[in-house]
């Protein structure tokens, strides 16, 4: 049987159309992703750096790089004076803490027990870590470097690693003291109770997840700085895995000079019905996959750029922020092999948030998909390393996408506690 040539010429005419009409599709699709923002071309400062503003997108910073990424600061040091030459004054008595719901959390802890040890003139146990469910359990060397914070702590309270066999739990009060605890309240509700019962147990609640200044011009007490920013390091064995998995997405980071951004987005959080509720300003509170990708797109970061998810497990809803940004990964995705048995598969999810915590503290970008206290305490790591880029998500309108305008607060309005520790 012969072949018809016009219904051949038909075949590939047809199939031409089809192709043809896919790649208007897929065209049409990421050109509204990335919209471009109208806007006159101009130069701005921040931090220091002069910005060159392009249609509403940062095109490039002072010193050649590409892109809608900052320099990191340079110069920040500690502020606080604590003299070397003084000695840790300890009674007989002892203040006790766990630490529990996350290293977001074991910041603040942390500070407010040393500031009750230090001012009741008592000796501080180490705590501790306590996961979400019943039994999760751990030591503090488990995760924290233990010679670390004895050393950073020696000219402010002295510090030992059990609760002598002598001390009766019957003989502990327990105190709930408010984070951010100053040395007034704790003369007035604390000593009291401590010079009765001879030893305490601490431990903080928060009445508030925001960490501004207190007041303008107000000074943060020296002690509560060392204890924020001085006194916890990661132990060695996690702090190489933290260091591992930062290397792998810089080496996914290539062509963007080895910056990543690393986003706190969890989907879990994210379903809460209370989750998407306006705030006072009639502005979301929270914003899932797609709606960071947009964000994203809009203040001109690529298709190649590499992202970090805090998120444990990779779920169907963050396929869109993948398909716009291939490079994104969560932990299970960059972790060595060889660690997962330990730090990844255990139902114990303290590792977990430690990685997060710390990695989003080193990131080149930060964006916050969810408001909290693990933003705040982020924010402050970062402000200590000098890491202004913290990105708070919007939704863009056609009119205005600088990077600058969505610069956190904290950093911006130089509002967070962080700036009374470090300058």
Request: aromatic letters at 8%; charged letters at 25%.
């Given at each position: 049987m012969g072949v018809d040539l016009r219904q051949v010429v038909a075949g590939i005419l047809t199939i031409t159309m089809f192709v043809m009409l896919g790649q208007m599709l897929h065209r049409d699709y990421f050109d509204a992703v990335q919209e471009k923002v109208q806007g006159d071309a101009h130069d701005i400062e921040f931090q220091g750096s002069r910005v060159a503003v392009e249609d509403g997108l940062v095109r490039a910073f002072e010193g050649g790089n590409k892109g809608p990424w900052m320099e990191d600061s340079h110069g920040l040091k500690p502020c606080w004076s604590i003299s070397q030459s003084d000695e840790a004054v300890s009674s007989k008595g002892y203040v006790t803490f766990s630490l529990t719901n996350g290293p977001e959390y074991h910041v603040s802890q942390i500070t407010d027990a040393v500031m009750v040890a230090k001012h009741l003139g008592a000796t501080l146990v180490l705590p501790d870590i306590r996961g979400s469910k019943p039994g999760d359990e751990m030591n503090f060397e488990d995760i924290y470097d233990v010679?670390?914070?004895?050393?950073?702590?020696?000219?402010?309270?002295?510090?030992?690693?059990?609760?002598?066999?002598?001390?009766?739990?019957?003989?502990?009060?327990?105190?709930?003291?408010?984070?951010?605890?100053?040395?007034?309240?704790?003369?007035?509700?604390?000593?009291?109770?401590?010079?009765?019962?001879?030893?305490?147990?601490?431990?903080?609640?928060?009445?508030?997840?925001?960490?501004?200044?207190?007041?303008?011009?107000?000074?943060?007490?020296?002690?509560?700085?060392?204890?924020?920013?001085?006194?916890?390091?990661?132990?060695?064995?996690?702090?190489?895995?933290?260091?591992?998995?930062?290397?792998?997405?810089?080496?996914?980071?290539?062509?963007?000079?080895?910056?990543?951004?690393?986003?706190?987005?969890?989907?879990?959080?994210?379903e809460k019905k209370n989750c998407h509720e306006t705030g006072a300003v009639g502005s979301k509170t929270c914003y899932n996959a797609q709606e960071i990708a947009l964000f994203l797109r809009k203040l001109g970061f690529d298709r190649d750029t590499t992202i970090y998810l805090t998120q444990p497990r990779w779920e169907s809803s963050l396929n869109i922020l993948k398909d716009i940004f291939p490079k994104t990964y969560t932990k299970e995705a960059i972790m060595p092999s060889d660690k997962k048995s330990k730090y990844l598969e255990l139902e114990n999810s303290e590792y977990e948030n430690v990685i997060d915590f710390y990695i989003s503290s080193r990131s080149d970008v930060f964006v916050p998909a969810i408001p909290g206290l693990f933003y705040a305490n982020t924010v402050g790591k970062r402000i200590a390393l000098g890491k202004p880029q913290v990105l708070v998500p919007a939704e863009i309108s056609g009119t205005s996408g600088v990077p600058t305008n969505y610069i956190s607060p904290y950093i911006s309005k130089k509002n967070h506690l962080a700036y009374s520790c470090f300058c």
């Amino acid at each position: 049987m012969g072949v018809d040539l016009r219904q051949v010429v038909a075949g590939i005419l047809t199939i031409t159309m089809f192709v043809m009409l896919g790649q208007m599709l897929h065209r049409d699709y990421f050109d509204a992703v990335q919209e471009k923002v109208q806007g006159d071309a101009h130069d701005i400062e921040f931090q220091g750096s002069r910005v060159a503003v392009e249609d509403g997108l940062v095109r490039a910073f002072e010193g050649g790089n590409k892109g809608p990424w900052m320099e990191d600061s340079h110069g920040l040091k500690p502020c606080w004076s604590i003299s070397q030459s003084d000695e840790a004054v300890s009674s007989k008595g002892y203040v006790t803490f766990s630490l529990t719901n996350g290293p977001e959390y074991h910041v603040s802890q942390i500070t407010d027990a040393v500031m009750v040890a230090k001012h009741l003139g008592a000796t501080l146990v180490l705590p501790d870590i306590r996961g979400s469910k019943p039994g999760d359990e751990m030591n503090f060397e488990d995760i924290y470097d233990v010679d670390k914070i004895v050393k950073s702590l020696e000219s402010v309270v002295k510090v030992v690693r059990k609760l002598p066999s002598h001390v009766s739990l019957r003989d502990i009060a327990i105190v709930k003291v408010p984070t951010r605890v100053a040395e007034d309240y704790i003369k007035e509700h604390i000593d009291p109770i401590f010079k009765s019962k001879g030893n305490i147990r601490v431990t903080t609640y928060f009445p508030s997840v925001n960490l501004r200044k207190s007041s303008q011009g107000a000074e943060t007490d020296p002690v509560s700085c060392l204890a924020m920013f001085g006194s916890l390091e990661l132990q060695p064995g996690v702090n190489e895995l933290v260091e591992s998995m930062i290397q792998r997405l810089k080496t996914h980071s290539k062509k963007s000079g080895g910056r990543f951004i690393a986003i706190d987005l969890r989907v879990e959080i994210l379903e809460k019905k209370n989750c998407h509720e306006t705030g006072a300003v009639g502005s979301k509170t929270c914003y899932n996959a797609q709606e960071i990708a947009l964000f994203l797109r809009k203040l001109g970061f690529d298709r190649d750029t590499t992202i970090y998810l805090t998120q444990p497990r990779w779920e169907s809803s963050l396929n869109i922020l993948k398909d716009i940004f291939p490079k994104t990964y969560t932990k299970e995705a960059i972790m060595p092999s060889d660690k997962k048995s330990k730090y990844l598969e255990l139902e114990n999810s303290e590792y977990e948030n430690v990685i997060d915590f710390y990695i989003s503290s080193r990131s080149d970008v930060f964006v916050p998909a969810i408001p909290g206290l693990f933003y705040a305490n982020t924010v402050g790591k970062r402000i200590a390393l000098g890491k202004p880029q913290v990105l708070v998500p919007a939704e863009i309108s056609g009119t205005s996408g600088v990077p600058t305008n969505y610069i956190s607060p904290y950093i911006s309005k130089k509002n967070h506690l962080a700036y009374s520790c470090f300058c």
